[in-house]
């Protein structure tokens, strides 16, 4: 059912916590299932050096919430805003057709807490 690493990411998740002065944060939240995920981001130069979240869900939730938080470290913020649902998916070894729509959140959050930080230089 699931991948030996999606289980790795629920059991042991990877950027837990929050970022306390982040300079980006976006929150999502799927109403059929209930998961809701939370990410904070920590933007130097143009490069995300630090990722936080907080996720209220299922296992795949955690995992790929996890999972979205180690593709985005280091990344360039245009290069995090090319990381989707598939791509997370793939990261983990797939998730079951069931919950893919916890992939689509994980990088949807990632999205919204970008979209937070420049709207913020934009304003600064």
């Known amino acids: 059912m699931y991948s030996d690493k999606v289980m790795d990411h ?8 929050e970022i306390k002065d982040a300079d980006g944060i976006g929150q999502v939240g799927n109403p059929t299932c209930g998961d ?18 907080k996720t209220f869900g299922c296992g795949a939730a955690v995992a790929t919430s996890s999972m979205v938080t180690e593709l985005a470290i280091g990344k360039t913020i245009e290069e995090a805003l090319e990381l ?5 998916a793939e990261a983990l070894d797939g998730l079951p057709p069931k919950k893919m729509h916890c992939s689509n959140l994980a990088a949807d959050a ?11 230089q934009k304003s600064a």
Do not use: S
């Open 84 to 88: 989707t649902n598939k791509a997370v």
């Open 110 to 120: 990632l999205h919204a807490a970008i979209k937070d930080y420049q709207e913020k």
């Open 10 to 17: 629920f059991q042991n998740p990877r950027n837990v916590g």
């Open 36 to 53: 809701i995920m939370k990410i904070y981001l920590k933007v130097e130069d143009n490069i995300i050096k630090d990722v936080k979240f």
